[in-house]
């Protein structure tokens, strides 16, 4: 793929580096001091003039250029800091260049770029990792570079390490020796041509497993000294992955290794690099006998979502940053393809409804976006990774997907991949493809999703006679936020339906709603019907109250799991768009509460602490009480003590509901049991199943005092696992007491709390019922301070519990810090989130009374 044909080769954008030399293959070695905090390089790299230039252009930042030559001529130089472009003044004409260009840096210490990680060794002592996260645009604060994802090279890399020290990179080791000073240089294979942002290495002290051989790839876990013991899921996991894939692709694995690796200080929760991929330590390293099922879901998923993009974005690479979601979003969507494979009675694709959900949240704003949008700057790149970019587009695929026919869609998907390997892509070479295989608009249908924000609530109007059905579509959308443009989409909808007849069997239709409505006419008389089969579609779905009424009634018999998740899910959003009351709904979770599915249970509980939030004083207590009344039975069917033959949904099923017992219901057997279980856990935890000791924790942390808080910090200072420590630590935002809660204020500013934690603990200290205004005040007061201490893509994520504060006092200081403090690299999300937060006001004030008056 030649990069000159994608863009003008002198671009209008300040921020993109204009096409006339174009890298091939780098060679770049690097030697880092791990104990002064810097590092020393030097890049070499083959290029190509397509035209006579008067400059090479690269990009750079945070670098000290100490030397630079093209073509064997030392040359001048200048680096722009707003650009981060590295001018060398050097003249080329049309054919091959070389350059090379020497440079000095400092370790990034916002968890960016090349930056050290640190931890503490068995025996106590420290520990440093330097290792790299280079996505979006962060390879450049490692070494120059043309650092736009269609500039694909090769690269071949060197590191110079102390001796005792392992390093890692994307491609096989080839040579390792001692030199003269006493370093070690370690070399490794060239790699296939790939855009800079996927390179990577790690230097330090590690330990590597036994690799695992899976189709001639050899595959290993990484991880500081230690934790060996918790690699054997991962293992697994990835094993299964590289082969799923490889399959459903039919393309091999384009690299020679793969290595996971267990990063202590990670700012994301991992990073696709070829061959090296690093990961939050949480989402690698697991013991299954001492983790829950939502915890060894998410390790799964992630293991497999990095490893889809070895294909899917790596093999096979988006042109520019606007077509992010291309990445994201398909690797999404095979992650959990890939995971429903791995662990079928962990229903994959029901429980995604629970993340489709927050993309349902954010689409329903009039602040959202197309989930494709231009990009122009590195802020922008950064801003890209977001529900939207992942969840919605994973949807979409989905929905595509269930509409075309499985096999046909992995047919259009095996054609893009072959015509564009180690090349790139844009959204549109993916829906040509399938296009092709299928005959179907994909273009057009897909186009009305990708390029345009908001999805379409689908009304359904049943004929009396049950022979005819209209579904209606307009914007859907949440009252209370600003204005929202009507639009339309080329809508695939899958519909079952059960004839009236006694002995009639349930059908499955499907159609395109392009076009304001479309009118079916069905063979026979409907008793009923559900829309959005399967819930595969991103729309919902309005029945009219008797369709309504008769799909409750038979929801536990004839409805899938995921119907009956859409149908409850459907309600809440009504209700935010006062389209239902919140007396409604609470009728629908009443009838809904013989459900038996977890996913069901987690979007009945999330409704009924949504409601709870609408209330004080005596009519809470009241509405403990109908809480109390709807999940204890529930709870009794299943037992509140783990038996050997449930299976993992069950158990974390029980989980959920002992949470909403003992915190929404206020149960106080409940909370008494919780703080046993807990002080039980603590002591002998491989005798307490782990899915009932973390619901002990939230209960127990909800009511808990100042010795409850000590010993959750203390157990998440000496836990076992990552899983366990994150457990403990997040609990800690839950508790009652704002004077507890401040305990872990100093902690945080004094670095105490890794900087990939602190804001996910502040952003649910926010939530906090009982102090999130007050926790909102440390985070203004120390804002700046915040600033510098966290990622600056964590920045967002760490006020969006402040949707959650809903009074109009609460609203408008938020509303006005943020006139004065905008967040640049997250600035639409922060947006939504300050619409979110006047829709939960809009709820409070026209609710907040209503529903009270049913329990005084």
């Known amino acids: ?92 004409a049309p054919g091959s260049v070389e350059v090379e260009i020497e440079f000095e840096g400092r370790f990034n210490d916002q968890l960016v770029g090349f930056y050290l990680s640190r931890f503490e060794l068995a025996d106590g002592a420290p520990g440093v990792l330097a290792t790299t996260q280079f996505e979006a645009t962060h390879a450049r604060k490692c070494f120059p570079c043309w650092d736009e994802p269609d500039f694909k090279a090769s690269f071949g890399i060197e590191l110079v390490v102390q001796e005792g020290h392992d390093a890692i990179a994307n491609s096989a080791e080839t040579e390792r020796r001692t030199q003269a000073d006493g370093t070690v240089l370690v070399r490794f294979a060239p790699t296939m041509v790939m855009s800079t942002y996927l390179v990577a290495f790690v230097v330090g002290p590690l330990e590597m497993t036994e690799p695992v051989d899976v189709n001639g790839t050899p595959l290993r876990i990484v991880h500081v000294p230690g934790k060996s013991h918790l690699t054997g899921f991962a293992l697994e996991s990835g094993a299964f992955a590289l082969d799923y894939f490889a399959a459903y692709f039919d393309v091999t694995y384009p690299g020679d290794k793969v290595d996971l690796v267990a990063i202590p200080d990670f700012a994301f929760g991992a990073m696709e690099n070829l061959g090296c991929i690093t990961f939050r330590e949480t989402l690698l390293l697991v013991d299954p006998n001492q983790s829950t099922q939502p915890e060894l879901q998410r390790v799964a998923d992630v293991i497999h979502h990095e490893l889809a993009h070895m294909w899917f974005g790596n093999l096979v690479t988006m042109k520019w940053w606007n077509g992010l979601w291309l990445n994201e979003a398909f690797a999404t969507f095979m992650e959990m393809k890939c995971t429903d494979a791995f662990r079928p009675l962990w229903q994959r694709w029901v429980d995604f409804g629970i993340s489709r959900s927050e993309a349902f949240d954010v689409d329903s704003l009039a602040s959202t976006r197309p989930i494709e949008f231009e990009v122009i700057s590195p802020a922008d790149a950064e801003g890209m990774f977001d529900a939207l970019t992942y969840e919605k587009g994973a949807a979409v695929v989905r929905m595509l997907e269930q509409h075309l026919g499985e096999e046909s869609f992995q047919a259009g998907i095996r054609r893009y991949m072959q015509h564009h390997a180690y090349g790139n892509a844009e959204t549109t070479d993916l829906w040509d493809a399938i296009e092709s295989e299928t005959g179907a608009p994909v273009r057009r249908m897909m186009d009305s999703w990708i390029f345009q924000g908001g999805y379409p609530l689908v009304s359904v109007g049943l004929a009396s006679d049950g022979r005819s059905v209209t579904f209606t579509q307009e914007r859907f959308g949440f009252v209370g936020g600003d204005v929202r443009e009507p639009r339309e989409w080329v809508a695939p909808l899958r519909f079952r339906w059960k004839p009236a007849a006694p002995d009639g069997g349930v059908r499955t239709q499907k159609i395109l709603i392009d076009g304001p409505a479309v009118t079916v006419h069905l063979d026979e008389a409907a008793d009923w019907l559900v829309a959005n089969a399967e819930g595969a579609g991103f729309l919902r779905v309005a029945y009219p109250a008797d369709v309504l009424e008769r799909l409750a009634e038979v929801a536990i018999d004839e409805l899938l799991p995921s119907e009956r998740y859409a149908l409850v899910d459907d309600a809440w959003a009504a209700v935010l768009a006062d389209r239902m009351t919140a007396a409604s709904f609470l009728s629908l979770v009443e009838t809904m509460s013989v459900d038996d599915d977890r996913s069901v249970w987690q979007r009945l509980i999330t409704g009924l602490t949504s409601l709870d939030r609408l209330l004080d004083g005596a009519p809470r207590e009241s509405f403990q009480s109908v809480v109390h009344d709807v999940v204890a039975p529930a709870l009794a069917g299943i037992g509140l003590t783990p038996l050997p033959i449930d299976d993992d949904r069950t158990r974390q099923l029980r989980g959920d509901l002992i949470r909403a017992l003992g915190v929404l219901a206020a149960d106080r057997e409940i909370q008494e049991e919780a703080q046993r279980t807990v002080a039980e856990g603590r002591r002998n935890p491989e005798l307490v199943e782990t899915s009932v000791l973390a619901a002990a924790l939230a209960v127990a942390s909800a009511m808990g005092d100042a010795a409850d808080f000590d010993d959750f910090l203390a157990s998440s200072r000496s836990a076992t696992t990552p899983q366990e420590e994150i457990r403990y630590l997040m609990a800690l935002a839950d508790f009652p007491d704002f004077d507890l809660v401040s305990r872990l204020f100093p902690l945080i500013l004094a670095g105490e709390v890794r900087s990939q934690n602190a804001p996910y603990w502040l952003g649910r200290a926010l939530t906090n019922r009982a102090c999130g205004a007050d926790v909102w005040r440390f985070v203004t007061d120390h804002w700046e301070v915040l600033n510098e201490l966290f990622p600056s893509s964590s920045i967002v994520r760490m006020v969006t519990g402040v949707a959650t504060l809903t009074d109009p006092e609460q609203v408008s200081l938020v509303q006005s810090f943020f006139d004065e403090h905008p967040v640049a690299q997250g600035a639409t999300t922060l947006a939504q989130i300050l619409e979110r937060q006047r829709v939960g006001a809009s709820l409070r004030g026209r609710e907040r009374r209503r529903f009270s008056g049913l329990f005084e």
Do not use: K
């Open 1 to 92: 793929m030649n990069p000159a044909a994608t863009l003008s080769r002198v671009s209008t954008n300040p921020y993109r580096l204009p096409r006339d030399v174009l890298p091939s293959h780098y060679d770049l070695r690097l030697i880092p001091d791990l104990g002064a905090g810097t590092f020393a390089g030097r890049v070499r790299v083959s290029a190509v003039a397509v035209e006579a230039a008067q400059q090479v252009f690269l990009n750079a930042v945070d670098l000290t250029i100490t030397a630079a030559s093209v073509n064997g001529m030392s040359c001048g130089w200048s680096v722009d800091a707003q650009t981060e472009r590295l001018t060398l003044d050097s003249r080329v």
